[in-house]
C-alpha cells in the first residue's frame, strides 16, 4: 500500500516501481472521442512522378482544388529534392540545406480535428538539419502546424518526432536518426479546449510514441490570407534567401505524405501503414 504524496508521482514498471517530482505536462488528461464512422477525406502526395518538378497530389473529397506540390530550392543554381525509391513507389529526398516542397493547400485551420501521415528517413549522421517535414500556418502563439525531427536539445532530445505549434511543443521519445523508413501519423482529435499537450497523439511504425516533452498550448492553427500554406522541407521562419538558415530545412527522404481532416484511429494508423489505404 502505497502513501499519496502531494506533487509526488509514481511510475510502474512491470514489478519494479519508481517516484519522481510530478509533472502535469506528461500526463494525458483526455482519451480520444471514439471512431467515426464516416469515411475520412484526405489530400495525399505519393511522390511516384519519378522526375519532374511537381509532384501530383490526389483529392479525396478535402478541397475543390489540384494541390500539387512544386520542387524548390532557395539558390535557384541549385538542384531541388530528389526522386528515388521509397516504400510504396517513389519518395523525394532532401538534402537539408536549401530545398523543399511547396503547395497552395492551406491546411486544416483552427482547432479541427486532422491527422498528418507520412513515412519519413533520415540518416543516422543527421544532427540538426530536422526542421520541418512538414507545416503551415502563422508564424505567431499557437497558430502554426509544424512536424519535425527535433533539431534543438533546449526543447528535448534530437532526432524525435516534434510537433510544434509556435512556443509549444509536443516531442516523441524515439530517436528516428538510423537511415531506416519509419511510418508516423499526428493525430488531433477534438474535445473542449484542445490542447496540444491533451489533444495529440503521435503513432510511430504503428504504435502509440510516449512522449518526453508536452506543453500546454491551445491549438487555433491560422490559414489565412497571411498564413503559409503546406510546406515541406523547410521550416517556416525559412521563407526566402535573407532568412536563409540550414538548419531550418529538413535532411532525409519522405514518402506518402496524407493529410486527413479527421482525427482516425490506431486501427486506421495501423492499416495506412500495411496497406497504403484505409
Known amino acids: 500500500r502505497q502513501m499519496c504524496i502531494r506533487d509526488r508521482a509514481m511510475r510502474v514498471s512491470g514489478n519494479q516501481i ?15 472521442d471514439r471512431d467515426q464512422q464516416i469515411p475520412a477525406k484526405f489530400i495525399r502526395w505519393s511522390f511516384d512522378d519519378g ?5 501530383s497530389s490526389e483529392n479525396l473529397g ?13 539558390f535557384d543554381s541549385l538542384p531541388g529534392p530528389s526522386w528515388g525509391e ?16 511547396e503547395t497552395d493547400f492551406i491546411g486544416i485551420d483552427s482547432d479541427k480535428a486532422r491527422t498528418v501521415a507520412f513515412w519519413v528517413k533520415a540518416p543516422d549522421s543527421m544532427e540538426r538539419n530536422g526542421f520541418a517535414i512538414l507545416g503551415y ?11 519535425s525531427l527535433n533539431p534543438d536539445e533546449h526543447e ?52 502509440l510514441e510516449q512522449t518526453s516533452r ?22 517556416a521562419d525559412a521563407v526566402d534567401k535573407s532568412s536563409y538558415r540550414e538548419i531550418r530545412f529538413f535532411e532525409g527522404a519522405l514518402d506518402e505524405v496524407y493529410i486527413f481532416d479527421s482525427a482516425i484511429s490506431k486501427s486506421q494508423v495501423q492499416s495506412l501503414m500495411k496497406s497504403n489505404e484505409i
Open 156 to 207: 528535448g532530445p534530437l532526432g524525435r518526432i516534434r510537433v510544434g505549434a509556435k512556443n509549444g511543443v509536443l516531442i516523441g521519445n524515439t530517436d528516428l536518426r538510423d537511415g531506416r523508413w519509419h511510418h508516423v501519423a499526428v493525430v488531433l482529435y477534438p474535445g473542449r479546449d484542445v490542447n496540444l499537450a491533451t489533444n495529440v497523439l503521435i503513432y510511430l511504425d504503428g504504435s
Open 86 to 101: 521509397g516504400v510504396f513507389g517513389g519518395c523525394l529526398k532532401f538534402d537539408g540545406k536549401d530545398d523543399y516542397l
Open 137 to 147: 500556418g502563422k508564424w505567431e502563439t499557437g497558430q502554426a502546424w509544424q512536424i
Open 62 to 74: 478535402l478541397s475543390t482544388q489540384v494541390h500539387d506540390a512544386h520542387l524548390k530550392c532557395i
Open 51 to 55: 522526375e519532374g518538378m511537381v509532384a
Open 214 to 235: 508536452k506543453s500546454f498550448l491551445t491549438i487555433d492553427t491560422s490559414t489565412k490570407t497571411d498564413a503559409f500554406p503546406v510546406t515541406m522541407g523547410r521550416a
Open 18 to 32: 519508481t517516484y519522481s517530482k510530478a509533472d502535469p505536462s506528461r500526463f494525458l488528461r483526455n482519451l480520444p
